[in-house]
């Protein structure tokens, strides 16, 4: 059964940094990708990384690259998005989804409620 429960978000100031978390099931991972993707408000959803069964994450957004570090952590059954030097435009609601491969433009199948960054002096 898919399960994917997202913690971690909350408020930051312009340069600090959160560590998002996915709580997901074995089969979730076994049987699907996962990824990361955004919304923010008055904007399209934004598709951040996502990671198959090679675990080498593949970053989709310029913006974040080089800032935000995908792993996940079979035993514990964790996905992570680590954010690093976060800006104003990185607020929104994140989400861990599945995907049946990696890659920008697969479809996100199932996703959890999100968490909300807010970065804000």
């Known amino acids: 059964q898919v399960q994917l429960v997202e913690s971690g978000g909350g408020l930051v100031q312009p340069g600090g940094s959160l560590r998002l978390s996915c709580a997901t099931s074995?089969?979730?991972?076994?049987?699907?990708?996962i990824a990361w993707f955004r919304q923010a408000p008055g904007k399209e959803r934004e598709g951040i990384a996502c990671m198959g069964s090679s675990r080498t994450p593949t970053y989709h957004s310029e913006s974040v690259k080089g800032r935000f570090t995908m792993s996940r952590d079979n035993r514990k059954r964790m996905v992570y998005l680590q954010m690093t030097n976060l800006k104003p435009e990185d607020t929104g609601t994140y989400h861990c989804?599945?995907?049946?491969?990696?890659?920008?433009?697969?479809?996100?199948?199932?996703w959890g409620e999100g968490t909300e960054v807010i970065v804000s002096s």
């Open positions: 074995s089969y979730t991972l076994d049987y699907h990708s």
């Open positions: 989804a599945t995907q049946n491969m990696c890659s920008a433009s697969a479809p996100f199948l199932a």
